[in-house]
């Protein structure tokens, strides 16, 4: 094992690579139900699974309560060992550089006719493209939004922002900023609710999803020794209890009406999977995968639905479904290979030397 694997975290590898394939699932599910196909595996998965579970049709929002988990998880380990800004700085160069480039991708294929947006939009300028890329369209009369899934990328961020200006309470009393995220959830819960202000009501949004970062960082900290069971226990009550209130709200979680059950199925799993390490959960194609699951949470949207929009007519679902899942891994692994990579290795190389720190952060929707 090298130093880099040491203290590396495969279950949540393996959890990764789950949560992208219910992405992917979901979505694709979505494309057939709105355009009023039927999908053999959708039926079937809402009998067998969504039905019994009384979980969110086609399975909404299961992946990306898992994302959100493990983000908090991952991110509130590495940030134990790193600098805020340090911190700061190498989550950007993660995010930014694959957001700024899909939505760019995504813009052109809006104007070229290939895709629509949330908005309905059919052309969009330069303007859009700026708003989109850097989330502030999410603050905007109307709403810029090119890339529909950014919206989790708007709250991982703020929790980035969070954990890098709390880095060195984090370490010296671990508890303490997700006591103080509690009580700031709470207020943008209160302010955000009713709003018939854009960006105030935005808030809200943030506020309602943030617990479950937070209970992924609790989790975090107590797999570490960092906080005692009991006292990561209750704060990370608190904290389900404060989503629980903002689904109640019910102006902020639109994907269903399952969120609470489901994001408590989510807490179990993650806990259960938290220290796996078998053949599979170690295995190159787990690892690999892992590593190249936010090139798939950014850019199924843009293969999938193009390629179905314009081959379903003409060969039909399964086969236009088969072509569209080739070019979503061909895409991803260009992306990854050829783009994540070398953005990767170039701002580590300006970094100054330190000893090696990376244990299992290197993938997720963020």
Same mark, same amino acid.
């Given at each position: ?11 949540? &590898? ?48 299961? /992946? ?10 991952? !991110? ?10 340090? #911190? ?15 939505? #760019? ?7 070229? /006719?290939?895709?629509? =947006? ?30 529909? @899934?950014?919206?989790? @990328? ?32 709470? *207020? ?26 937070? !209970? ?20 990370? *009550? ?17 994907? /269903? &009406? ?5 994001v408590a199925l989510m807490i179990t799993i993650v806990v259960l999977v938290l220290?796996?390490? &078998? ?15 936010? *090139? !798939? ?15 379903? =007519? ?44 990376r244990a299992g952060a290197g993938s997720g929707p963020g």
């Open positions: 094992m090298n130093g880099a694997d040491r203290g590396r975290m495969y279950g949540l &590898d393996l959890l990764r690579v789950l949560a992208s394939l219910v992405v992917v699932y979901t979505h694709s599910a979505n494309w057939f139900a709105t355009r009023g196909h039927d999908w053999w595996l959708s039926t079937g998965v809402d009998r067998y699974v969504t039905a019994p579970l009384n979980l969110n049709p086609r399975l909404s929002f299961v /992946g990306v309560a898992a994302f959100f988990l493990i983000s908090g998880l991952v !991110i509130t380990h590495v940030a134990g060992r790193e600098s805020g800004p340090l #911190f700061l700085r190498r989550r950007a160069s993660r995010i930014l550089p694959l957001l700024f480039a899909t939505t #760019f991708a995504v813009w052109c294929l809006i104007n070229l /006719g290939l895709y629509v =947006p949330e908005s309905g939009q059919d052309s969009v300028n330069l303007a859009d493209l700026i708003l989109a890329a850097t989330l502030f369209g999410f603050f905007t009369t109307p709403e810029v939004v090119l890339l529909g @899934l950014a919206w989790t @990328l708007l709250i991982q961020v703020v929790f980035y922002l969070y954990i890098g200006v709390t880095a060195t309470l984090l370490r010296t009393h671990p508890w303490m900023p997700f006591a103080i995220a509690a009580a700031i959830t709470t *207020a943008g819960l209160s302010l955000g609710t009713g709003s018939e202000d854009v960006a105030v009501h935005r808030l809200g949004l943030i506020a309602a999803y943030l617990p479950i970062l937070c !209970i992924g960082a609790l989790i975090a900290l107590v797999h570490q020794g960092k906080v005692h069971p009991g006292a990561g226990t209750a704060l990370g *009550a608190v904290h389900f209890m404060l989503f629980v209130w903002a689904d109640r709200i019910g102006e902020h979680l639109h994907t /269903g &009406d399952a969120h609470p059950r489901l220290g796996v390490r &078998d053949r599979l959960s170690t295995s190159p194609v787990i690892k690999g995968w892992a590593r190249r699951t936010y *090139a !798939i949470y950014l850019l199924h949207p843009l293969c999938l639905y193009p390629v179905l929009d314009q081959l379903v =007519p003409v060969i039909g679902t399964e086969a236009a479904l088969v072509i569209a899942l080739v070019v979503l891994v061909a895409v991803v692994e260009a992306a990854h290979r050829w783009f994540e990579v070398p953005v990767d290795r170039w701002v580590r190389a300006r970094e100054k030397p330190r000893a090696p720190d």
